[in-house]
């Protein structure tokens, strides 16, 4: 069965996505697209070989024909989306973040679970091929306890206030750089964890961007059910050393770390391995995996379950940082 799509939004994050529909054409087809901005639309439906365009989104949920709805919105504009794609029976796949409070998380969380839809959070660096073997690994029990991990997620960013639009917009992104790119290294942490985020406590820096609502880079200590700690290390200010890590672990048994590219490992006792990997296109790869998962009925990966839980952990570290103190995410409303 051909998975028929229509897009939430035609702005500049929708072109890896339609890239990773084009892949894939026996598998799904973007029928139909929306956009307040009707130039945005139909250059979206050029590029899928052309699509219906609306310029409500709620008109194409009741007209158009279509599966699933691929959200791609400013943060501050998802709950909405997601909620009345579910109530019109679409599965979603929704750009990160899933939303921006709590609130909304249980609005997205009641509307998906009443209308039997699915949901997938694109979280496209999981898809990235050492993330996927170092899971194996962790659930193999090859390095044992899990102590301690790290992600990263860090670059120069060359916003000015001419460039930065919404994302300089505390209300519309719903924070600063960690809400944003951030997310990325959260939802990493939070995957290779395999455990509930119990407790965050951080600090947020301005470091260059002055000119945001919000930070511009973040560390956060994030503490798990099982007594692991992760911690995250993002930012728009700087340019990162040669050496800094995309993830690397700490466990009972041994350690593993990676550039993105490749993976490394040592098992006490043993020599270090090296693995290296053939690049993939990780948008492509979360449009494929997202389409087969309705296709043959399967959960994803990270559904509104795991995006609630990474939204709590940057809204925990929020709130570490306007209280001094250390969070628990259990009371968090």
Known sequence: MTIKVGLIGCGGITA???????????????????????????????????????????????????????????????????????????????????????????????????????????HNQLTMPPVARVKQLIQEGTFGKVYEIRTTDSFYHTFDPNSIGWRGNRAMIGGGELIDTGYHPTYLLLYLASSEPVEVTAMLSKHRLEFMDGEDSAQVLVRFADGAVGNIVTSWAYEPTSTTEKFSLVAEKGYAYSNGKELCYKVRGGEEQKISYEGVDTFSEEIKDFVTCLQEGRRPVNTEAEGINVLKVILGAYKSVEEKRTVTLADLV
Do not use: W
Request: charged letters at 25%; one cysteine or more; a negative charge.
């Open 16 to 122: 890896p996505h339609i890239k990773g529909y084009l892949r894939i054409p026996e598998q799904a087809k973007v029928t139909a697209v929306s956009d307040v901005v009707t130039e945005n639309a139909e250059k979206r439906a050029a590029e899928v070989g052309g699509a219906e365009i609306f310029s409500d989104y709620n008109e194409m949920l009741a007209k158009a024909d279509i599966d699933a709805v691929d959200i791609c919105l400013p943060h501050h504009l998802h709950k909405d989306a997601i909620v009345a794609a579910a109530r019109a029976k679409k599965h979603i796949l929704c750009e990160k973040p899933l939303c921006l409070t709590v609130a909304e998380a249980e609005e997205v969380q009641k509307a998906v679970s009443e209308n039997g839809v699915t949901l997938m959070c694109a």
